[in-house]
């Protein structure tokens, strides 16, 4: 399967499922598809790491298959597993009829086995993108499964044998970079780093998904949450939550983003009563 044709290609039909991809990235998801290589996403939280693997999805009409990260993440969650209790059940009700070696046989089989989303993606033969969402928050033992999965996208299985990709899934990594990765995965990657988009772009997008947002309003949401994100905040606004707070103004038929205006709103993109704080102590707003 060809994913892509070209940056450009990646660039208009992103754009088409409301995803705006700048260069950079219209270029290393493009290499992702025609190298047959992982896409390392890596950048502060809420800048469209995800979102990017889902437009991918949807403007190929490939089915997406995500393993979520987290700190305890094992084999079993992460590539396959056993059904003991279906297999317990066989054994009892085969006792007694056959050898041990023919009930073995007999239990680990495609029927007993639990596939978890990496074994999923690399068996499906249709078109698959493989998102492995926050891998920074795994533990390190983990990589080393990811390493074996993403060199080869083959998978061994004492029982059954090796499982070798049919068609090798487009895969993207993100990562908040709250822990270094390893220079072996990230050789095994291409690198695209994503961050706040600058004034001009995050206007587009915001407008982009709600189309019935004021040119002045989405310029003063958008100086407004650029203030905010300068600030040392727990958590500055993502692009989502700009686009949230563009609805909400929408919804509350707010014309002019005064002082009240983002008082009375700024739960909808500050999720901190400290960062509410501060916010309302750096900015001088006035109630």
């Known amino acids: 399967m060809t994913w892509f044709a070209s940056p450009t290609d990646v660039v208009e039909r992103l754009t088409a499922t409301g995803y705006l991809a700048d260069a950079a990235t219209a270029t290393t998801t493009f290499l992702a598809g025609a190298l047959e290589k992982p896409m390392l996403v890596e950048g502060p939280a809420g800048v469209g790491k995800t979102e990017l693997a889902k437009a991918i999805s949807r403007a190929t009409g490939a089915e997406l298959v995500r393993l979520q990260c987290y700190e305890g993440l094992d ?95 487009l895969v993207v990594l993100t990562s908040n970079a709250s822990r270094e990765l390893s220079e072996a995965l990230k050789r095994r990657c291409l690198y695209l780093h994503l961050d706040y988009p600058d004034a001009e772009r995050e206007r587009e997008i915001v407008s982009s998904q709600v189309p019935g947002l004021e040119d002045k309003v989405a310029e003063q949401l958008v100086a407004t949450v650029g203030r905010l994100r300068e600030l040392e905040l727990k958590k500055a606004p993502s692009i989502a939550e700009s686009v949230d707070w563009a609805r909400t103004l929408i919804a509350l038929e707010i014309r002019d983003l005064d002082d009240k205006a983002v008082n009375d709103t700024l739960g909808v993109v500050l999720k901190h009563s400290s960062d509410h704080d501060r916010a309302i102590r750096e900015l001088r707003l006035r109630k």
């Open 75 to 169: 084999e079993a969650r992460a590539l396959y597993e056993w059904n003991y209790k279906k297999q317990l059940l066989r054994i009892q009700a085969s006792s007694g009829d056959q050898e041990w070696s023919a009930t073995h046989d007999d239990i680990f089989t495609d029927e007993f086995l639990l596939t978890r989303p990496l074994l999923t993606a690399i068996r499906r033969e249709e078109p698959t993108v493989l998102l492995i969402d926050e891998v920074d928050k795994t533990d390190v033992e983990v990589e080393g499964l990811l390493l074996e999965v993403l060199s080869d996208f083959q998978v061994t299985i004492p029982e059954l044998g090796t499982v070798e990709a049919v068609r090798r899934p």
